[in-house]
């Protein structure tokens, strides 16, 4: 199945797709992203709820070689072991993941499918099922594994796209999102993230070294490491991982670095200059 033309998104993409949809689910999944045998059969229990309008999996990179594929490696272990369990457990998954995700074709539709007037369209989304008051799932059995970017200029488009997705999305729905009490606590939290500790990450804790002439300031970038490892080798050790999990660890906090620097320049952007990312460009 073709567009008669390109539609300059994947939004465009699969919105142009749903209108020949015929069954009752529609299963988005991106053509880079393998799932498991058993992840479709994992997601579908989560629609014996008519208020549930889409459900997603745990994600894991499908190649963990480049020190790009490991910082999103581990980043995704914490993520998806951490975060986004908390999220279940109070019912509102920040998002639905555009990479593999299940929706009841009926409310797709009424929602208009995917949107293109943000970067990130499986958060626009999530957030507009939330705003018409559906539930969304997450199934942490439920696998799936996208080819993450292996190189910086990959990644580089991809942090681009994500970070003035995010933005976007908060200047988009921020209304409603005030209005959904978890989900406005996780998205305060996911914009102090990417503004306030994003600046003192990248500026304070280098000022602070220089101006007290101490080094051992600069252990702050990495002060909170232990936090991190306890959901990251929870997530690693029932798939028998953890070595790979270890070794990998110092390029989260290098992807992370990168990431402040792309959220902070977004958030520039977006809200400051009023320079609005338009075109979408795929990260790898």
């Known amino acids: 199945m073709r567009p008669p033309a390109n539609t300059g998104s994947k939004a465009g993409a699969q919105t142009f797709a749903l209108r020949y949809v015929r069954t ?10 393998v799932v498991a045998v058993d992840a479709i059969e994992r997601l579908l229990p989560a629609f014996a ?4 309008a889409a459900a997603c999996g745990f994600v894991l990179p499908q190649r963990v070689r480049s020190v790009w594929e490991r910082g999103r490696y581990v980043e995704y272990l914490f993520a998806f072991t951490f975060y986004k369990q908390v999220q279940e457990y109070y019912g509102k998954p920040l998002i639905s993941s555009g990479c593999f995700s299940m929706y009841r074709t009926a409310i797709l539709r009424a929602q208009g499918g995917w949107s293109n007037r943000t ?5 626009d989304l999530t957030w507009s099922l939330y705003r018409a008051g559906y539930e969304v799932r997450f199934v942490p059995k439920a696998v799936c594994y996208p080819i993450e970017p292996r190189t910086f200029r990959f990644m580089r488009t991809q942090l681009q796209r994500w970070s003035h997705g995010f933005v976007q999305n908060v200047k988009l729905h921020w209304r409603d999102v005030l209005a959904v009490p978890y989900l406005r606590s996780a998205v305060a939290v996911a914009f102090w993230d990417a503004t306030v500790a994003a600046a003192l990450y990248l500026v304070a804790l280098p000022v602070l070294a220089l101006v007290l ?3 051992w300031v600069l252990l702050g970038y990495v002060i ?4 991190v490892l306890v959901p990251v080798l929870a997530g690693a050790a029932p798939r028998r991982e953890v070595g790979r999990a270890l070794a ?6 290098l992807l992370r670095t990168v990431n ?7 958030v520039c952007a977006e809200l400051l200059l009023g ?3 338009r075109h979408y460009k795929k990260g790898h």
């Not at 709820?49 to 549930?52: C, G, K, T």
């Not at 970067?119 to 958060?123: I, R, S």
Request: charged share 20%; net charge negative.
């Open 24 to 33: 009752p689910l529609t299963i988005a999944v991106d053509s880079d992203t």
């Open 49 to 52: 709820q008519s208020r549930v």
């Open 119 to 123: 970067m990130a369209e499986d958060m």
């Open 213 to 215: 002439a101490s080094p």
């Open 224 to 227: 909170d490491a232990p936090a």
């Open 248 to 253: 990998s660890v110092p390029a989260f906090f």
């Open 260 to 266: 402040a620097v792309f959220f902070l320049r977004a």
């Open 275 to 277: 320079r609005p990312l």
